[in-house]
């Protein structure tokens, strides 16, 4: 990543007016006139941020938080009512679905007409057409108006169109959601590969392509920055948010899940009516693992303790990589149907005993969160994100996550038959 700016916000806002009725409007837009000050919308509030180049920055928060509205922004799509923004380099970008297309032009005029809009002359189209359309994977159906497409189909032209722009930077709104798997994967790699050599913009509410793939995310909450930061931390921050206003509706009291016992620690969360106390990875042998370099039984205990009786309780953890996806979890619904009661003031040692597979050589962590209720109804008590860590020695040759135990190879020889000029005959392979 350079030193240098991409992308400078200063101050920006975007404001709306609501008038009472269209009579309001138009007396408005006519004459100036106001019969009655219009109410203001604020999709946007004095949001300043610098991007770097070779950057890639994700902007994440609910529906209406103004998202969408910051990329469109940045864009040029709408002006702001307030603040500026600069860009350097040659952006493109994927916003609405089909946004850009025209309906009833095929689906290769539409290349053409959307590369020419990012300034790129006829020739140069004709050179990178059938990479668009290798990419793209529609078909036949790159002759039909794209009113006759499926969203999916949308997001694979779209996608193959911006990739193929030289772009400095790419700007890309929620379209990866609509894709299917592989494809969705497909475009992953190259927004991986996009990374080294420029700057990527995007929104999701997948927090775990958020944390694999980005740098910083710019968390938004009805138009302002809540938090602006690393990957990681703000994605945590803002599923705890969620979580605690989930608990909070859970309680049907929002006093109730803030108690004085809350949790609001980084990294941490929770109503803090049960605290977890330690967590520690056993090996076979009972000793602390710190190192794991083979396939092995493990131990995973927890203690813990309540402040008030906790009924139908909960425990659960996550084995996460360096990036913060989860690898693998359990909880104990399936194992501990006999546990259904914490007294308040006890502390008990719970253990989670399995299988663990060798993983990749780096530095893993466990979650763990204690709650109560249902596995589709509960509130959560306390949850850690880091409660343990620990690092994995595995070959270098292995390029996956997690190293196959007990792999058996076998190779057997047949018989085929060969067709030779004049007639047949069977010769033995092997």
Known sequence: MSFETAVSIQNVSKTYHIYKSPVHRLMNVLFGA??????????????SLDIKKGETLAVIGRNGSGKSTLLQVLCGILEPTAGSVQIKGRIAALLELGAGFS??????????????????????????????????????????????YSSGMFVRLAFAVIA?????????????????????QKCMRFLRDFKARGTLIFVSHDTHSVISLCDRALWLEKGRMKLLGDAKPVSEAYISLLHQERDAD?????????GEHAITAQGEFGTGEAHILSCRLLS??????????????????????????????????????RLGQPLFGENSLEFAKNWVFIKAEQTQILRFTFAMPLLATGEYTVGIALGSGTQDTHVQHHWIYDAYAFKSQASPHLTGTIVLDEVTFIVEAEEIQVVAQGGAEIAPRG
């Open 103 to 148: 309906m009833d032009f095929t689906g290769r005029e539409n290349i053409y007409m959307s590369c020419a809009v990012y300034g790129l002359s006829k020739a140069s189209i004709d050179e990178r057409l059938d990479s668009i359309l290798r990419f793209a994977e529609i078909g036949d159906f790159i002759d039909q108006p794209v009113k006759t």
């Open 164 to 184: 193929h722009l030289d772009a400095d930077i790419l700007v890309i709104d929620e379209a990866l959601a609509v894709g299917d798997a592989y494809f969705t």
């Open 250 to 258: 859970y309680h049907d009291s929002t006093a109730e899940s803030q």
């Open 34 to 47: 106001q019969l009655r000050e219009p109410t203001h919308i604020y999709a946007l509030a004095d949001v």
């Open 284 to 321: 076979e042998s009972g000793s602390e693992l710190m190192l794991l370099d083979r396939a092995q039984q493990v131990t995973l205990e927890v203690k813990c303790t309540a402040f008030k009786d906790i009924q139908r309780p909960i425990l659960g953890f996550f084995v996460r990589d």
